[in-house]
């Protein structure tokens, strides 16, 4: 519909919810649901990571697409290349029909309307160019912001970061589950406890930490390690510090942990740091399951 019909994103909302389609959140669609989806080449097939970079302490970086990470063909696809491709001209040409001085009179008046400023907001708002837009156009929404002379209250971030992460939680134990089957492994879930039985072997759960900046601009990462369902590894996805992408993560077995809360700083100890991955390949590694030939 939005490449053949040029049916915008608000529109393709509007008809979802007319529908009483939800989203797999149980949400009702909106414009900023229906762009991440259009702009995902997971529906390819497609796994992209480093697209942003975010140095500790540095400004963040909009890679180029030599840098990006990609493991293509990582999943079936179900949408055609040529159809995606499409698509992505499509939202391209229409960036470009926008000038600076209109990007920043539309977030002016959102601003006027709305008494604040965010992300999901200006996904949400119909008429509003999706904040990739103004991402890529201003290389962030705070400088984008500062043009119009606002300055956004923590708070507002603070509340949108957590509902983004409460939101991306479910999505990473299934993306860990499915890589495990896919593997050959087992995975049992409790959905009252978010526990999982891997080969019937070990338990694991996953938290994912927010990053936080102190008032001196060091970043911290709080990992809650849970007393119950006291599994045997916990997962913890340490964010980036803009909190849209991991960092890296932490393996972190039950015997080896003490205490309740864990606090980790950009550089911590070797006793720490053992457990720290790039990716999560050493956790599928421990659930893959091989064939055993059999004996002649």
């Known amino acids: ?62 890679n180029p697409p030599e840098m990006w990470i990609r493991n293509d063909a990582a999943f ?28 920043l009179a539309r977030l002016r008046t959102l601003l006027d309307r709305e008494g604040r400023l965010s992300g999901v907001l200006i996904d949400e708002t119909d008429g ?25 209250e923590r708070d507002y971030g603070f509340i949108e970061t957590n509902r983004q992460l409460r939101q991306m939680h479910p999505k990473l134990v299934t993306e860990i589950t499915e890589k495990i089957r896919q593997l050959g492994g087992g ?31 060091d970043f911290r ?15 913890a996805v340490r964010m980036n510090a803009t909190n849209q992408d991991p960092l890296d993560y932490y393996l972190l077995p039950r015997l080896d942990m003490t205490g309740e809360n864990l606090l980790l700083s950009e550089d911590n100890a070797v006793s720490f740091d053992t457990y720290r991955f790039a990716t999560l390949d050493f956790l599928f590694g421990m659930a893959q399951r091989a064939r055993i030939p059999e004996a002649a």
């Open 1 to 62: 519909m939005f490449a053949e019909e040029r049916m915008v994103e608000s529109k393709l909302a509007r008809m979802l919810n007319d529908q009483g389609v939800a989203t797999d959140t149980g949400r009702p669609w909106s414009q900023g649901t229906i762009h991440r989806i259009l702009t995902n080449e997971k529906y390819i097939g497609n796994n992209v990571y480093n697209r942003i970079s975010f140095k500790l302490k540095k400004k963040r970086v909009f």
């Open 76 to 103: 079936e696809p179900i949408v055609p290349l040529e159809l995606f491709a499409k698509v992505q001209t499509i939202i391209r040409e229409r960036s470009r029909t926008f000038t600076d001085e209109e990007l």
């Open 128 to 152: 509003m160019p999706p904040s990739s837009i103004y991402r890529s156009r201003f290389k962030s929404l705070i400088r984008a912001y500062g043009l119009i002379g606002y300055t956004p």
């Open 187 to 217: 995975v049992l879930s409790n959905p009252g406890t978010d526990l999982l039985l891997i080969n019937n072997e070990f338990t694991a759960t996953l938290v994912i930490a927010r990053c936080r900046q102190t008032n001196v601009g």
């Open 221 to 235: 990462w709080l990992i809650r390690l849970d007393a119950e369902p006291n599994p045997d590894v916990t997962i």
